[in-house]
């Protein structure tokens, strides 16, 4: 999961969190039967709630789904289960056969 794509979709309930809020707010204050602080706390609420409690869980499942896919199907193992997020923006990757690098810099001259 992008970090970028977590932060527009917290921003999106957000936005959604605090329209409802305004809605409520908007149709109840005039009401003078209604209790002030109760409605200011219902609006807490709504603004409050919109950041699903299980979001960590559900992230820390998806990465270990992810990794016993990994072993099954490809027989890859994973000793840091955190990059495997940051393995989906790889579109290169390039091994150099001795295992040691011959220069600082490394110059990719094509690939087949």
């Not at 709504?46 to 027989?75: D, G, H």
């Not at 000793?79 to 150099?96: Q, Y």
């Not at 295992?99 to 990719?108: A, C, E, P, V, W």
């Amino acid at each position: 999961v992008n970090a970028k794509e977590t932060l527009y979709f917290l921003l999106l309930l957000l936005v959604c969190a605090l329209a409802s809020a305004a809605t409520v707010l908007q149709h109840a204050w005039g009401d003078v039967t209604r209790n002030h602080f109760k409605l200011i706390l219902h609006v807490v609420i709504i603004i409050t709630s919109v950041i699903p409690p299980e979001l960590p869980m559900e992230l820390s499942l998806a990465v270990t789904t992810s990794l016993s896919e990994l072993v099954k199907r490809y027989q890859v193992y994973c000793t840091e289960p955190f990059r495997i997020p940051l393995a989906g923006l790889v579109d290169t990757c390039c091994f150099d056969k001795t295992g040691t690098l011959t220069s600082d810099i490394m110059r990719l001259h094509g690939v087949r």
